[in-house]
């Protein structure tokens, strides 16, 4: 079977042409780095993402903070991860890398903050 994919890696965004057979890949082309070879390989197993997202934080400066995943995800348990992120509610003050939260879902992945919020001083 052929399949054709863009790569996601870099802003080159090369479009390569895989050949899968018995789930395995034979052959490949059009990527013009290693990663993107990798990313393909990868891909045919399961499709990984990263994503960000945002957290409501209470007495803050912000109403929100923004956070991203700090590898990547398997793309099926993105809608599960944001689930619980539009649940969470988190107290500033919140800083940049933060952890919000650890090992999401038991995923091996952290939920980290991507910015500062201050908190409000009365």
Known sequence: MRKEIICIVCPNSCKMSLVIENGELIDMSGASCEQGEE???????????????????????????????????????????????KELSISAPVEINQIIIHDVLGLGVDVIATKDVKKVIS
């Open 39 to 85: 990313y393909a390989a990868r891909e045919i197993v399961e499709t990984m993402r990263t994503f960000s997202s945002l957290v409501k934080v209470t007495n803050g400066t912000l109403p929100l903070v923004s956070v991203r995943v700090s590898d990547v995800v398997p793309k099926e348990r993105i809608f599960d991860i944001i689930a619980i992120l």
